[in-house]
C-alpha cells in the first residue's frame, strides 16, 4: 500500500485480556517505530526497530509490553493482562532513513480497556 | 521538566495573520527538530524538518532553531482555517536512530 496500514483500528477490550495489534510500514522502509499517545498528549515514544531486531526498547512502559518485527517487515505489538490505563492510541510509523528521524504514521490502533 | 516544551494553546488567529508556534527542549546534544501537524482524530504528518541554527522556509512556513537557547519555533504565513491543527514540536538526538520525543502539541484555530 501506499502508506503504514495498522490493524485494527479500533480495539475493546476487558481488563487483564491480552492484544495483539499489527503494522504494516510503508515498502522498503527499513525503520519502524511504536508510539502510544493519550488525549491531549503528544506521541510517546515506545520501541524502535532496524530490521528484524529492536534497537531501542527504552520507551516500553513495563514487561507486560513485547514487540516483534520477525522479518523485517510487519510488526505487531502485544499487550500481556492489559489495564485501563494502557487505553490510547497506538500509533506505528516507519522511515526510509532512521538517521534524518522522519517518520511517516499510520492512522493508529485505538485501543480501549473496559 | 518535560523534554520538549510547547504551549498547549489554544492559540487563536484570525485568518491572513501569521501564528507563531514556540517549542523548547532540554537536551543539549539533540540535532534535529522536526514539525508535525496534526488533525483531530488523525495521525501526525510531517510538515517541517530543521537540523541546523538560522531559518528554514517552505511556502508559507518557516522554521527557525536556535540551538544556543535550545528554542525552535514555527511561523505560518497568511493563516488559513485549514491550518487549524495541533501542531508538535518533535526533537531527535544524535544516534537515536530516528527516535523522536514529541511535546504536548499546541492546538491552533484559525478563524475565517
Known amino acids: 500500500g501506499a502508506g503504514v496500514s495498522q490493524t485494527p483500528s479500533n480495539k475493546v477490550t476487558e481488563k487483564g485480556k491480552y492484544v495483539e495489534l499489527r503494522c504494516d510500514p510503508i515498502?522498503?522502509?527499513?525503520?519502524l517505530y511504536w508510539y502510544r499517545q493519550s488525549l491531549g498528549q503528544g506521541p510517546e515514544f515506545l520501541i524502535y526497530f532496524q530490521g528484524t531486531g529492536a534497537a531501542d526498547d527504552s520507551g516500553l512502559p513495563n514487561d507486560r509490553f513485547f514487540a516483534v518485527r520477525p522479518e523485517g517487515s510487519v510488526s505487531t505489538l502485544k499487550i500481556q493482562r492489559t489495564e485501563r490505563g494502557d487505553s490510547a492510541v497506538y500509533l506505528c510509523?516507519?522511515?526510509?532513513?532512521?538517521?534524518?528521524?522522519?517518520?511517516?504514521f499510520g492512522e493508529g490502533s485505538r485501543l480501549t480497556v473496559l | 521538566q518535560k523534554e520538549v516544551e510547547q504551549n498547549s494553546g489554544p492559540l487563536s488567529v484570525p485568518e491572513g495573520a501569521i501564528a507563531s508556534l514556540n517549542c523548547t527542549y532540554s537536551d543539549r546534544v539533540s540535532q534535529s527538530f522536526f514539525w508535525y501537524r496534526q488533525y483531530s482524530g488523525k495521525s501526525p504528518e510531517l510538515i517541517m524538518s530543521i537540523y541546523s541554527n538560522g531559518d528554514k522556509e517552505d511556502g508559507r512556513f518557516t522554521a527557525q532553531l536556535n540551538k544556543a537557547s535550545q528554542y525552535v519555533s514555527l511561523l505560518i504565513r497568511d493563516s488559513q482555517p485549514s491550518d487549524s491543527a495541533t501542531y508538535l514540536c518533535a526533537v531527535g538526538g544524535n544516534n537515536q536512530g530516528g527516535k523522536l520525543i514529541f511535546g504536548q502539541g499546541t492546538e491552533l484555530s484559525v478563524k475565517p
Open positions: 510509523a516507519s522511515s526510509p532513513n532512521p538517521v534524518t528521524g522522519e517518520l511517516f
Open positions: 515498502s522498503g522502509h527499513t525503520a
